[in-house]
């Protein structure tokens, strides 16, 4: 899932019109709040998250097989991911996250940005430079942690099309298909953190579980839901 986030302060600027909300959107910066999507877009969105598969489905630690037919059901497959993805919020869906064991990933790290699919990725190049940021994601609603990444990476992939395609990344673009590659291999962002950290995470995990009612707290759950992926 987005997560794929740059810095704190680059990601808030970016995701300014996705409409995603970070854990610091007291007015410390500008990105509107969740709570302040309007109803057809929170109920779009509700709608979409219920169809992503949650940590716990074991569809999650599955690695996916690769993709070879490039056929119109792989084309309405992929189509479906991204009006998914957009309708959830995320800047990126794997396929593995809607319970498809195929290697196909969408995503869109900017508002701006036509949604990019890609098939059989393989990221070929890391840089050695690492960065840190904040990683949600679709499949983990409430839990924001910390995750290190190489700052820019080379991916080639196969777009619906069948066609080569070379994606040269970095900031959240990089850490977006990082984290999505991740899910095609059955890796969560709760394996790329501390123990104490992933300890945390399931706590907070089980708060905004046991927080979300139809009334009450459900600010506090949606509050720390930042770009998932
Ligand atoms: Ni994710």
């Not at 490039?70 to 919020?89: K, P, T, V, W």
């Not at 396929?95 to 195929?102: D, E, K």
Request: with cysteine.
């Amino acid at each position: 899932m987005a997560a794929e986030q740059m810095p704190q302060k680059e990601l808030v600027r970016d995701d300014d019109d996705v409409e995603v909300a970070g854990p610091g959107s007291d007015g410390e910066h500008d990105a509107p709040a969740v709570e302040e999507l309007d109803e057809e877009t929170r109920a779009r969105r509700d709608a979409a998250l219920a169809r992503v598969r949650k940590l716990g489905d074991p569809v999650l630690r599955a690695s996916a097989v690769a993709v070879d037919r490039f056929d119109d059901s792989l084309r309405s497959e992929i189509e479906r991911m991204g009006a998914l993805m957009s309708d959830a919020l995320g800047v990126g869906l794997a396929a593995t996250q809607v319970g498809i064991l195929h290697r196909v990933l969408v995503y869109r790290a900017y508002a701006d940005d036509p949604i990019t699919a890609m098939v059989n990725p393989v990221i070929e190049w890391r840089s050695e430079e690492l960065e840190s940021a904040e990683e949600g994601c679709l499949s983990i609603p409430g839990v924001h942690v910390e995750v290190e990444r190489p700052a820019r990476i080379r991916a080639r992939a196969l777009d619906a099309l069948g066609e080569e395609i070379l994606v040269e990344a970095e900031g959240l673009q990089a850490r977006v298909i990082q984290h999505e590659v991740d899910h095609l291999d059955g890796i969560l962002i709760l394996d790329r953190i501390s123990r104490e950290a992933r300890r945390e995470a399931m706590r907070s995990l089980r708060e905004a579980r046991d927080g979300v009612t139809p009334e009450a707290p459900r600010a506090r759950a949606v509050a720390s839901e930042t770009s998932p992926v």
